[in-house]
T-cell receptor
Framework: SAVISQKPSRDICQRGTSLTIQCQVD?????MFWYRQQPGQSLTLIAT?????????ESGFVIDKFPISRPNLTFSTLTVSNMSPEDSSIYLC??????????FGPGTRLTVL | GQQLNQSPQSMFIQEGEDVSMNCTSS?????WLWYKQEPGEGPVLLIA?????ELTSNGRLTAQFGITRKDSFLNISASIPSDVGIYFC?????????FGKGTSLLVTP
């Protein structure tokens, strides 16, 4: 299985600022995904990131708020822009794995004050 | 994505007891997955199911893909304290996963 790391593991940010989260995989993958997990809630897909193309955003998520980069087959970033306390969540990246499964990173725990 | 209804929302049991949780959907899935998330970690895949009626085990865990393809259940036998965590069902659609709301499991020694 792929080994996925995320940076930072946690952060506390001020309202109105932006945070960029990094996701690194130890092998090349075509599809990477970004999820949000609000406190005590399930995982909600933000967007799918393919190398060499624009990210595909799910309903309710927009590029201006959550810009994503995918410069190569092992790396992606998610930026949470102009943050408010409602953005306090765990942000998880994942990668496609064989037979419709996904492997997940450890998550980035974001608190916005 | 399609709404997945997972129950129960939480369970508080004694070590040694068996546990059962289930997930239902209004839509058909071709793949059902069960993940476990421990505090401070990302979800870890436990079991994957690909055929209606399929019954698959992973140690003390057993999961089944419902005949209608709209439901799945997960059983944990003889629970131990390290089973503590949140268990999520997920249905695969297109290229992505749709997750249930999770079952929080607490096990007392």
């Amino acid at each position: 299985s792929a080994v996925i790391s995320q940076k930072p593991s946690r952060d506390i940010c001020q309202r109105g600022t932006s945070l960029t989260i990094q996701c690194q995989v130890d092998s090349q993958v075509t599809m990477m995904f970004w999820y949000r997990q609000q406190p005590g809630q399930s995982l909600t897909l933000i967007a799918t990131a393919n190398q060499g193309s624009e990210a595909t955003y799910e309903s309710g998520f927009v590029i201006d708020k959550f810009p994503i980069s995918r410069p190569n087959l092992t790396f992606s970033t998610l930026t949470v822009s102009n943050m408010s306390p409602e953005d306090s969540s765990i942000y998880l990246c994942s990668v496609e794995a064989p037979r419709d499964t996904q492997y997940f990173g450890p998550g980035t725990r974001l608190t916005v004050l | 994505g399609q709404q997945l209804n997972q129950s129960p929302q939480s369970m508080f049991i004694q070590e040694g007891e068996d546990v059962s949780m289930n997930c239902t959907s209004s839509s058909i899935f071709n793949t059902w997955l069960w993940y476990k998330q421990e505090p401070g970690e990302g979800p870890v895949l436990l079991i994957a199911l690909y055929k209606a009626g399929e019954l698959t085990s992973n140690g003390r865990l057993t999961a089944q893909f419902g005949i209608t393809r709209k439901d799945s259940f997960l059983n944990i036998s003889a629970s131990i304290p390290s089973d503590v965590g949140i268990y999520f069902c997920a249905g695969h659609y297109g290229y992505a996963l749709n997750f249930g709301k999770g079952t929080s499991l607490l096990v007392t020694p």
